[in-house]
């Protein structure tokens, strides 16, 4: 709330009146004492002087020196009473009470904006509020919900704009001497109506999601709010939906247009125009809004192109063009390839004509970050010796790469890992020795955008290898561009396997695959203390480069070291776990007791009887048994963990116990529990003598409250019907009492809310992300009929601003209460799911066919989005998949968008590797030969059969359904499955490694 004072400072600025030099130079001395004191810590001294200095400029009606004491009696109270921030608000109301125009307006400017800051530092708390038909204390603003905030702040702020056409004539050139001025402010706010505008601007512009929004929101939907000047000030604007922050911004930003349109000077009308497309654009719900908002610009700069300006223009319409580069995706998306390098151009030309404006500055900084150079290299982990290798390149605006592979020890790595300071790492690395060097030409077509490509990377001998990548020829420097990776050449693999409770590790060769026989490996951990005990282990591995062990420990950051002959790698970190599938028990283990408590409800009244039973259990290492005749304690506590009873209960041969206890009539109401625990009452070997515990939260929890039982039950009957957005909905519920009869003539409370879901697929493909926010579609009062029915009626609104293309499914809760004539209240709710699309079907067929066995089947279901079913008529087709000629090794990183190597030389260096990402995706296999083509009507039956198979080549094939929703739209599903035969003599199927 210290914040607040902060308000202030602002509004220092502004005045209507003109005073003398010599009482200017009162203030200044006046001041200067406060500021003394202030200085001293004496802000109780401060605070009186301020006071004269308040009175005095009451006197005066000295608007600006008024609000500069109201700033500092405010920030001095904070600091010298506890809980001031009441007393600041009612300071300033007092003060709005008293005063005129304008010093009125710009006080009431300000209390909104302290309202709006309160809320912004205490949102939390105003989200837990639940909101209120009167204000719960109308002087303590702390007190308000989040509607009646808004709305307080919403009425000052627009009270703040009143007699606008006079608050348009005070201007602000007579008060330099006290303005704390930025250089040319007053070119974009040149009154008192544009500060105080602007400021109500920033307030409407925040859009608050979590207020309670009517169906009948307000949305930007006409194109025209993104025209130009002329276009924008002939729109009428105004909606149901008084209380849009959105519609309000826009009613300020028309008004100020007009304001500005014969402006001499077309600064504040080229800001103030810029600044609203800015945000039409960001919330309009219509389509191709890029091309819109490009083409205003264009006319905006058409119109003020000869005015230094209008380089703020050209900023803004090369930072689309910027943004829109951004979607460039060399895969999937080329179209705005290109689009910074016409932003590049938009910023030289601003920058030449108007080289002092202020957007020129802005294209500077555009430029700066177009042109700007990176490099990034990775390797593989682990390559083989003496054996091509390459590195994936990532780039932007470069030519060409040096390459230096450093030999470096782990235990260089490790100290080079805690090297943060660039000018250190470099220092680091020039001590090192290199041995190789290369450099390659990087492909630069002047696009601006970052690249990937891979170069071959030199036979390597055994080691660890620092790679650093620089852009200029042996200059390793603070200021130069440059990139590192580590790898190890070995051509030793370590696997790892947990089987039955061991662990089993085996040492391959990498080229080969074959077993590694007499390789040693040394496990060893690091960081150990009192939670990470130290292991310290060598194994050399048998004929199947196998060795194997088991652990009673826990073990963490283990490093593997694996040596044979000459080559050495290292692996890790791993963990070890405690071994516990040890078929024998060590009789020192740790026994754990577990009781499993159970009651003849869940819910019971103050007063009523708990029937409850308790099995018990006894383990020890893997082994469970049940626990036999002994004693244990059965404790009841109430809500206040209070303790309300206790039983000594001797459990039977079979483990079990039952009891009761009697709740208390007149005790607490709320969540009860019941404990079990050893008996201390009675003797026992048992627990005298042997190492066990009872195991944790071993309670068990029931309610306990004063309710009635349920004289009646309502619900809502299905939806079957198939809908379309914007259709009018109509749901259909029943109250209807146990005993048979239909609830009459009861009161119906019902919301409807809107949600929506995307398909997942989505996001699978690096298309955009959307988000929907949920909104209250409609609420209202009915009653039921003499058949207890009751029908609740609303408007399937789609929201807007989700794009069609992402396929949503926007979901309407309905919520109803049903209220009888004897006060008891039932609740339910459904949801009605509609879309673009009004159908789902999807086709399943098992994941694995074996080819010579009969009777396969396809399932086909077709429902509405409600998941009803819809009978409907479409198409099964079959493909085989074309899968790669041999086993391929998976790709370490996906396929550059640059590819240095033509596919034959790629083939021939990488035989086990493929050349493009679409080879070892099978999402991507291509089709082949149709081998099954069938129509199918789910009216008649949602089966197919598909019949004798056995000519089919085993391998990899699609399923294909195909059909239409009522409306005519397509509906698409797939799944992809296996083919086989057991007798098969060669396999047929290529997998990726």
């Given at each position: 709330m210290k914040k607040v004072a902060l308000s202030f400072l602002v509004f220092i600025l502004v005045s209507q009146l003109s005073f003398s030099q010599n009482r200017y130079s009162d203030y200044l001395r006046d001041?200067?004492?406060?500021?003394q004191l202030e200085l001293e810590a004496l802000p109780k001294s401060a605070l009186t002087e301020v006071e004269k200095i308040y009175v005095q400029s009451k006197k005066e009606n000295n608007t600006p020196q008024l609000l500069k004491t109201l700033l500092y009696k405010s920030k001095f109270a904070l600091i010298l009473e506890e809980n001031a921030q009441l007393k600041v608000i009612k300071g300033i109301e007092a003060e709005i009470s008293q005063s005129s125009f304008p010093t009125k307006n710009i006080l009431e400017s300000v209390l909104a904006d302290i309202y709006w800051q309160y809320y912004q530092q205490n949102r939390w708390e105003f989200y837990n509020r639940t909101k209120t038909t009167e204000k719960v204390d109308s002087s303590d603003f702390r007190t308000w919900d989040l509607q009646t905030i808004f709305e307080e702040t919403h009425r000052l702020f627009q009270n703040s704009l009143h007699n606008s056409l006079e608050l348009q004539?005070?201007?602000?050139?007579?008060?330099?001497?006290?303005?704390?001025?930025?250089?040319?402010?007053?070119?974009?706010?040149?009154?008192?109506?544009?500060?105080?505008?602007?400021?109500a601007i920033n307030f409407y512009k925040s859009d608050e999601r979590n207020l309670k929004r009517p169906s009948y929101k307000f949305e930007l939907e006409n194109t025209t709010l993104l025209g130009t000047n002329k276009q924008f000030v002939t729109i009428n604007l105004s909606s149901k939906d008084s209380l849009s922050q959105q519609l309000h911004a826009l009613k300020l930003y028309k008004n100020l247009t007009l304001f500005h349109l014969k402006d001499s000077n077309p600064t504040a009308l080229i800001d103030l125009t810029l600044k609203r497309l800015s945000f039409v654009k960001t919330n309009a719900v219509f389509e191709n809004k890029d091309s819109i908002y490009l083409n205003t610009l264009h006319q905006l700069k058409s119109v003020h192109k000869n005015h230094e300006a209008s380089a703020e223009i050209d900023f803004r319409i090369a930072q689309l063009y910027y943004n829109q580069a951004k979607k460039y995706n060399p895969k999937t998306n080329e179209e705005h390839r290109f689009k910074k390098a016409k932003a590049l151009e938009i910023c030289e030309r601003a920058i030449a004509n108007f080289p002092t404006s202020i957007g020129a500055k802005k294209c500077e900084n555009l430029k700066t970050k177009i042109l700007q150079k990176t490099i990034k290299i990775t390797a593989e982990k682990y390559i083989p010796i003496?054996?091509?290798?390459?590195?994936?390149?990532?780039?932007?605006?470069?030519?060409?790469?040096y390459f230096t592979a450093y030999k470096i020890s782990k235990k260089e790595q490790k100290k080079f890992h805690k090297i943060h300071n660039d000018s250190a790492r470099i220092a680091f690395i020039k001590k090192l020795v290199a041995t190789k060097k290369w450099k390659a030409n990087l492909r630069n077509e002047n696009d601006y955008q970052q690249h990937k490509t891979e170069v071959l990377l030199p036979k390597l001998a055994q080691g660890n290898y620092l790679m650093v990548a620089t852009t200029e020829k042996d200059v390793l420097a603070t200021d130069k561009i440059r990139a590192y990776t580590f790898m190890q050449v070995t051509n030793l693999v370590l696997i790892e396997k947990t089987t039955e409770g061991k662990y089993k590790y085996q040492v391959v060769d990498r080229n080969t695959g074959k077993p590694i026989e007499n390789a040693t490996v040394n496990l060893k951990n690091y960081n150990t203390g009192r939670y990470n005990k130290a292991i310290n282990r060598n194994f050399t591995t048998d004929k199947n480069g196998q060795f194997s062990?088991?652990?009673?420990?826990?073990?963490?950051?283990?490093?593997?070291?694996?040596?044979?002959?000459?080559?050495?790698?290292?692996?890790?970190d791993y963990s070890l776990y405690r071994n516990y599938k040890n078929n024998t028990i060590d009789d020192d283990e740790e026994i754990t007791i577990k009781p499993f408590i159970f009651t003849d409800r869940s819910i019971y009244r103050p007063g009523q009887t708990v029937h409850f039973k308790v099995i018990v259990l006894k383990k020890q290492g893997e082994k469970s048994e049940v626990f036999t005749n002994e004693?244990?304690?059965?404790?009841?506590?109430?809500?206040?963990?209070?303790e309300v009873k206790e039983l000594n209960l001797k459990l039977n041969e079979f483990g079990s116990v039952s009891g009761e206890f009697i709740l208390p009539s007149g005790g607490l109401t709320g969540e009860y529990s019941i404990e079990i625990d050893e008996s201390s009452e009675y003797d026992s070997t048992f627990y005298d003598n042997t190492d066990f515990y009872f195991e944790d939260y071993n309670n068990y929890t029931f309610s306990v409250e004063e309710y009635k039982r349920p004289k009646f039950e309502t619900s809502f009957k299905p939806v079957t019907e198939t809908y379309k957005l914007n259709d009018s909905i109509s749901v259909h519920g029943t109250a209807t009492a146990f005993a048979g009869s239909s609830i009459s003539d009861a009161k119906v409370q019902y919301r409807v809310i809107r949600t929506a879901n995307f398909p997942r697929w989505w996001s699978w493909y690096s298309r955009p992300s959307f988000s929907s926010d949920e909104l209250e579609i409609t609420h209202g009062e009915s009653s039921t009929n003499a058949e207890g029915n009751y029908t609740i009626t609303f408007k399937a609104i789609p929201d807007l601003k989700v794009s069609k293309d992402s396929q949503p499914t926007f979901n309407y809760k309905i919520f109803a209460d049903i209220t009888d004539i004897n006060g008891e209240t039932r609740s339910t709710e459904t949801m009605v799911k509609i879309g673009y699309h009004a159908l789902t079907a999807s086709v399943s067929i098992d994941a694995k066919i074996d080819k010579s066995n009969k009777d396969h089947k396809i399932n086909i279901t077709t429902n509405n989005l409600n998941g009803e079913f819809v009978p409907t008529k479409g198409s099964i087709k079959i493909y085989k998949l074309q899968a790669p000629e041999k086993p391929l090794r998976k790709r370490p990183w996906n396929a550059p968008d640059y590819q240095n190597f033509t596919e034959n030389e790629f083939r021939q260096l990488f035989p086990h590797d493929s050349y493009t990402d679409d080879e070892n995706d099978e999402q991507k296999w291509k089709k082949r030969a149709l081998v099954f083509d069938k129509t199918f009507n789910t009216e008649k039956s949602k089966e197919m059969n598909l019949g004798n198979i056995k000519k089919w080549s085993s391998g990899k094939y699609i399923v294909v359904l195909e059909c239409k929703d009522k409306f005519g739209q397509n509906v698409k599903d797939e799944q992809r499955f296996t083919v086989f035969n057991n007798k098969d003599r060669f396999l047929t199927i290529n997998y990726s490694l």
């Open positions: 001041w200067k004492k406060v500021y004539q005070v201007g602000l050139s007579q008060y330099n001497e006290i303005l704390n001025l930025q250089v040319r402010s007053k070119e974009y706010r040149p009154t008192l109506y544009d500060f105080i505008a602007h400021r003496s054996t091509p290798s390459r590195l994936l390149i990532q780039y932007q605006n470069i030519e060409k790469t062990f088991s652990t009673k420990k826990t073990y963490r950051s283990i490093i593997a070291t694996a040596r044979y002959k000459d080559d050495m790698a290292t692996f890790g004693y244990i304690e059965v404790i009841l506590y109430d809500a206040n963990n209070q």
